[in-house]
Structures are given as structure tokens and as C-alpha cells.
T-cell receptor, first 115, second 111 residues
Framework: GAVVSQHPSRVICKSGTSVKIECRSL??????MFWYRQFPKQSLMLMATSNEGSKATYEQGVEKDKFLINHASLTLSTLTVTSAHPEDSSFYIC???????????FGQGTRLTVV | DQQVKQNSPSLSVQEGRISILNCDYTNSMFDYFLWYKKYPAEGPTFLIS?????DKNEDGRFTVFLNKSAKHLSLHIVPSQPGDSAVYFCAAPGTGNQFYFGTGTSLTVIP
């Protein structure tokens, strides 16, 4: 099946710094990419939806100035957590779809720890 | 508005028995459904899907049933194995480029 690569898999950063997480579709062009956050023992929470070349659509309650999403090409989307705080520590997962009504392929996830 | 719902957050089943995970949806326009399996600290992986033109799809130990009139689908795993212990999400693509997930059911298969 299609492969979505997410990098890094783990990152530890200091409070106040910014962290960038990359999501790449390796063998297909992703018309849309999604970013999710998962807290321990909780469901996937959709943070934002991004279409290539346009601004991301953020879910209610997600700070767009804090979680910057860039979808510069059909194979790459990035999530930058700016001025990270310990409460931003979480597991972040990206997914990508190739079109309408198709399967979503997921990255391996990134464990972010802010100290 | 939660368009895809999984009302059971957890389920425990004895090894060898059947696991039944349920999912309800509210949007009658959904015509394709998927189940994903997720292990801790990993991204979800696709498990099985079903189109709304079918009421059953089987793949090895996994069978998904769809009841369109009830807007309900279920995933059956038989026989359940300890390696099946994971969180299972049902999902449905919406119109445009939206993708709706249920809240997940954590399955524990007891050896």
C-alpha cells in the first residue's frame, strides 16, 4: 500500500522553542493531508486539514498561530509547533489521501515531549 | 458534531473468542467505511473496508458488517488473538476532502 513517512518519530525540546514535524507521501501525490493529535488513552483528535497550495483549515479550538501547517507540495506537509509548552507534549500523527472517498494513509507518528 | 461514533471505549475478550466492535454513523451520504487498527505510539494502519453497496466484507479473521438502515457497522474478529489487542477506529470519508473517525475502541484480548 501507499507509504506516508513522518519525521522525526521522537523529539524532545525545551519550552519556548519551536519544533517542525514533516509528513511525506512517498509513492503517491496527496491532495489532502490531515494532522491529528492523540493524548494518552484518548482518540485521535483532528487538528487541521491542509490542501496543497492553500491555507490549512483548523478545527475549533486549535490555535493556528501555534500550530503552523504548511502544505507546499503534493508530497510534503509540515506541522510546526511554535513556542512549545509542556502541555503541547503529545503524539502527533499525519495522514494523507489521494482524492475524494479514498483510504487515508497514516504516518508513524511523532512523540513530542516538551521539557 | 460526531458523525461517526464508537460508543464502547473498551472491550475485553478471551483469546479464541469473537470480538465485536461497533460503530454508528449519522450521515446517510457516507458510502464507504474503513476500520483502522492502532498500536500505542504508532500511526493507525488500515484493516478492512466496506462499500455501501455491500452488507458484508470478509478478510481472513476480520469481517465487517454494514446495516445501512440502522446506520451501523461492526467489525468481527474471530478467533481473537492477543496480537489483536489495539485500538480500533472506524472511519468514513465525507464529501470533499473530509475524513471522519470514531473515537476508537480499545480491544484487549486476554490469553
Amino acid at each position: 500500500g501507499a507509504v506516508v513517512s513522518q519525521h522525526p518519530s521522537r523529539v524532545i525540546c525545551k519550552s519556548g522553542t519551536s519544533v517542525k514535524i514533516e509528513c511525506r507521501s512517498l509513492d503517491f501525490q496527496a491532495t489532502t493531508m490531515f494532522w491529528y493529535r492523540q493524548f494518552p488513552k484518548q482518540s485521535l483528535m483532528l487538528m487541521a486539514t491542509s490542501n496543497e497550495g492553500s491555507k490549512a483549515t483548523y478545527e475549533q479550538g486549535v490555535e493556528k498561530d501555534k500550530f503552523l501547517i504548511n502544505h507546499a507540495s503534493l508530497t510534503l506537509s509540515t506541522l510546526t509547533v511554535t513556542s512549545a509548552h509542556p502541555e503541547d507534549s503529545s503524539f502527533y500523527i499525519c495522514s494523507a489521501i489521494t482524492g475524494v472517498n479514498t483510504e487515508a494513509f497514516f504516518g508513524q507518528g511523532t512523540r513530542l515531549t516538551v521539557v | 458534531d460526531q458523525q461517526v461514533k464508537q460508543n464502547s471505549p473498551s472491550l475485553s475478550v478471551q483469546e479464541g473468542r469473537i470480538s465485536i466492535l461497533n460503530c454508528d454513523y449519522t450521515n446517510s451520504m457516507f458510502d464507504y467505511f474503513l476500520w483502522y487498527k492502532k498500536y500505542p505510539a504508532e500511526g493507525p494502519t488500515f484493516l478492512i473496508s466496506i462499500s455501501s453497496i455491500k452488507d458484508k466484507n470478509e478478510d481472513g479473521r476480520f469481517t465487517v458488517f454494514l446495516n445501512k438502515s440502522a446506520k451501523h457497522l461492526s467489525l468481527h474478529i474471530v478467533p481473537s488473538q492477543p496480537g489483536d489487542s489495539a485500538v480500533y477506529f472506524c472511519a468514513a470519508p465525507g464529501t470533499g476532502n473530509q475524513f471522519y473517525f470514531g473515537t476508537g475502541t480499545s480491544l484487549t484480548v486476554i490469553p
